[in-house]
């Protein structure tokens, strides 16, 4: 594959979190598995001050360590910037991030200063801020994320699925607003998977199974709330890349959780019959 330059250009780079505080150039185009929040990842980094002087030199990187950095997403292993990062790639794709302060060392600065305390900056100083520089390339995805819709565990807790399922569908929207429908789509799923509803897709294939944990009416309610949002996103995301029969019994899903949902029928009705 072609690679381009690792020069970080904010203007031609997509915001992954919508807010800024996340930018992202793809240097490499990955093929393989897109990790969720529980998997265990493995990637090469490189990592410096995201600034306009010259001479700035790594901070850090698993090269000078010998080995592969291997974490476990969600369970904050790393700067949560690393770990919002590595969540938008898949396997194989090689990508530059500026990672604002917030999302790295906020207030604090790290590396004995190398990486300044935010709040130490003045606004228009022209002195580094405390962003980073990284390049991550992601080499390797264990667990959930790799594994088929129906081989989720099912005797996980109801409290933990919601939870796993919101950060996917979280993963989703931040993918939505950048406009990888594609990537955002199988977010979607898979928050829709792990909660135990069937999707398009996982309804012909049968990878669903029934799942007996929501029988409490608390549990059984947080659970519909979010399915219901994950069906609507999935029918806007289905409409968009004209899928029309997809996003037509997504947005049906929808109705048959929640009648009357303006949403879902102003969405079956975008999508043509027999389209």
């Known amino acids: 594959l072609k690679r381009r330059s690792s020069r970080v250009d904010a203007a031609h780079m997509a ?27 493995s990637v090469h980094y490189s990592c410096g001050l ?14 000078e360590h010998g080995q592969p950095l291997t974490f476990v997403l969600g369970d904050s292993e790393v700067i949560v910037g690393l770990e919002r990062a590595v969540e938008s790639m898949c396997v194989g794709e090689r990508a530059t991030f500026s990672v604002q302060p917030s999302l790295a060392h ?16 003045g606004a228009g100083s022209g002195e580094p ?19 088929p819709e129906s081989e989720i565990d099912s005797g996980m807790s109801p409290e933990a699925s919601l939870q796993l399922a919101m950060r996917s569908k979280d993963s989703g929207n931040a993918e939505f607003k950048a406009g990888d429908l594609q990537r955002a789509s199988a977010s979607y799923e898979r928050a829709l998977s792990l909660i135990g509803v069937a999707t398009a897709k996982t ?34 995301c289905e409409l968009r890349l004209e899928r029309f029969p997809e996003a037509l019994r997504h947005a049906s899903a929808a109705l048959e959780l929640e009648p009357g949902s303006s949403k879902a029928i102003y969405r079956r009705g975008g999508a043509p019959p027999g389209g």
């Open 129 to 147: 801020n405390g962003a980073l520089r990284m390049e991550v390339e992601l080499l390797e995805v264990r667990g959930r994320g790799c594994a």
């Open 15 to 41: 915001d992954v979190l919508g807010d800024g505080s996340l930018l992202k150039e793809i240097l490499d185009e990955g093929t393989g598995a897109r990790p969720i929040v529980g998997d265990r990842v």
């Open 203 to 236: 309804a012909e294939s049968g990878d669903v199974a029934e799942d007996t944990r929501w029988q409490d009416a608390a549990r059984k309610g947080a659970r519909d709330q979010l399915a219901l949002s994950c069906l609507l996103n999935l029918a806007q």
């Open 106 to 121: 906020g207030s604090a600065g790290c590396c004995a200063g190398d990486v300044p305390a935010s709040a130490a900056v």
């Open 50 to 63: 995201d600034s306009s002087r010259p001479g700035e030199g790594l901070l850090d990187g698993s090269r």
